[in-house]
């Protein structure tokens, strides 16, 4: 899969969800995830960007295809865990799709 496909998603994503972000109606904690999402669960930095409002987006994924979207807060700093799931892999695109 493409890098910018990917990150273009992500930043779909985090353009989405900002304002429930800035709300914190999802997970937030103040001290960078990272260090939990790869000892606890393998994955490592595989995307970082910064959207349009200038939140830092980070997509973490592991070998197994575990993935986690954390969204750093311009503002106050915060990191929120925005989404994460399993079954992560590259597109294919089949014959005749354009």
């Known amino acids: 899969m493409k890098p ?3 990150f273009g998603l992500a930043a779909i994503f985090a353009a989405f969800f900002a304002p429930a972000l800035q ?3 999802i ?3 103040e001290a960078d995830p990272h260090t939990t ?3 606890g669960y393998g994955e490592k930095k595989f995307i970082v960007g910064t959207t349009r409002e200038g939140h830092g987006i980070t997509i973490y ?3 197994k295809g575990t993935f986690t979207l954390v969204v750093k807060l311009k503002d106050s700093g915060v990191f929120c ?3 994460s799931g399993t079954k992560l892999r590259p597109f294919v695109r089949s014959k005749g799709m354009k």
């Open 37 to 39: 999402l790869e000892e």
């Open 61 to 63: 994924v592991s070998k």
């Open 27 to 29: 997970p937030c904690v």
């Open 23 to 25: 709300a914190h109606q």
């Open 81 to 83: 865990v925005l989404e």
């Open 4 to 6: 910018t496909k990917i």
